[in-house]
């Protein structure tokens, strides 16, 4: 079945770090693939999004590219902030159908 | 444009008793769909309403839960009765159109305590 696997948190980071968070799946035919984050007291916003092979969805000095030949879609950035700290979630969307399938989400703190 | 708003944002009951979870969705959003976290682990989808039909209830968990939307506009989600594994963070989302470029908008979720 459909499935997406993420890097297990809490990931913590000092200010103007590299940041990675590596995110899987394993879904038939062509799935959306997304980057949620919920950031803290709040509700889970959509990041950045890639509908297709070789796209890289971008946002807020976020980005990712979806792999099709290694099924990943790992969420980077430049230099974090304070104010990235949240948990990322990466999803799956199947073409048929309209659930979201999540990974377990990735806890990020970034430090001054 | 108002966003997906969800009632309560907290609740707390004892096991057996019954708690009714509210969701608004975007207006004019044809799609409904409920989620839920359980203790820190992935966000599972429950299930999706097209206007007020069940497109999809694969995801609820036994019949203790029901979910409705009379109407095509808000949804409700009863726990009846709940037990402790219930707890969790229920979140709504709703979008507008299906196909795989649609975009589910979240609301803030209501946190479910089961004590």
Same mark, same amino acid.
């Given at each position: 079945?459909?499935?997406?696997?993420?890097?297990?948190?809490?990931?913590?980071?000092?200010?103007? $770090?590299?940041?990675?968070?590596?995110?899987? #799946?394993?879904?038939?035919? #062509? *799935?959306? !693939? &997304?980057? #949620?984050?919920?950031? *803290?007291?709040?509700?889970?916003? !959509? !990041?950045?999004?890639?509908?297709?092979?070789?796209?890289?969805?971008?946002?807020?000095?976020?980005?990712? @590219?979806?792999?099709?030949? @290694? @099924?990943?879609?790992?969420?980077?950035?430049?230099?974090?902030?304070?104010?990235?700290? $949240?948990?990322? &979630?990466?999803?799956?969307?199947?073409?048929?159908g309209g659930k979201?399938?999540?990974?377990?989400?990735?806890? !990020?703190?970034?430090?001054? | 444009?108002?966003?997906?708003? /969800?009632?309560?944002?907290?609740?707390?009951?004892?096991?057996? /008793?019954?708690?009714?979870?509210?969701? +608004?969705p975007?207006?004019?959003h044809d799609n409904l769909y409920?989620?839920?976290?359980?203790?820190?682990?992935?966000?599972?989808?429950?299930l999706h309403f097209v206007k007020e039909s069940k497109q999809d209830e694969?995801?609820?968990?036994?019949?203790?839960?029901?979910a409705?939307r009379?109407?095509g506009t808000?949804s409700?989600?009863?726990? /009846?009765?709940?037990?402790?594994? +219930?707890? =969790?963070?229920?979140?709504?989302?709703s979008s507008h159109q299906r196909g795989?470029?649609d975009?589910?908008?979240? =609301?803030?979720?209501?946190?479910?305590?089961?004590?």
């Amino acid at each position: 079945g459909n499935s997406v696997t993420q890097m297990e948190g809490p990931v913590t980071l000092s200010e103007e $770090a590299f940041l990675t968070i590596n995110c899987t #799946y394993t879904a038939t035919g #062509y *799935p959306s !693939l &997304f980057w #949620y984050v919920q950031y *803290p007291g709040e509700g889970l916003q !959509l !990041l950045l999004k890639a509908t297709k092979a070789d796209d890289k969805g971008s946002n807020k000095g976020f980005e990712a @590219t979806y792999r099709k030949e @290694t @099924t990943s879609f790992h969420l980077e950035k430049g230099s974090v902030q304070v104010s990235d700290s $949240a948990v990322y &979630f990466c999803a799956l969307k199947h073409n048929q159908g309209g659930k979201l399938i999540f990974g377990q989400g990735t806890e !990020l703190s970034v430090k001054p | 444009e108002a966003g997906v708003t /969800q009632f309560p944002s907290h609740s707390v009951i004892e096991k057996g /008793q019954t708690v009714t979870l509210r969701c +608004d969705p975007i207006s004019g959003h044809d799609n409904l769909y409920w989620y839920r976290r359980v203790m820190g682990k992935e966000i599972k989808f429950l299930l999706h309403f097209v206007k007020e039909s069940k497109q999809d209830e694969s995801g609820m968990p036994n019949n203790r839960f029901l979910a409705e939307r009379t109407g095509g506009t808000y949804s409700t989600l009863k726990v /009846q009765p709940a037990e402790l594994e +219930d707890s =969790g963070v229920y979140f709504c989302a709703s979008s507008h159109q299906r196909g795989t470029t649609d975009t589910q908008y979240f =609301g803030p979720g209501t946190r479910l305590t089961v004590l």
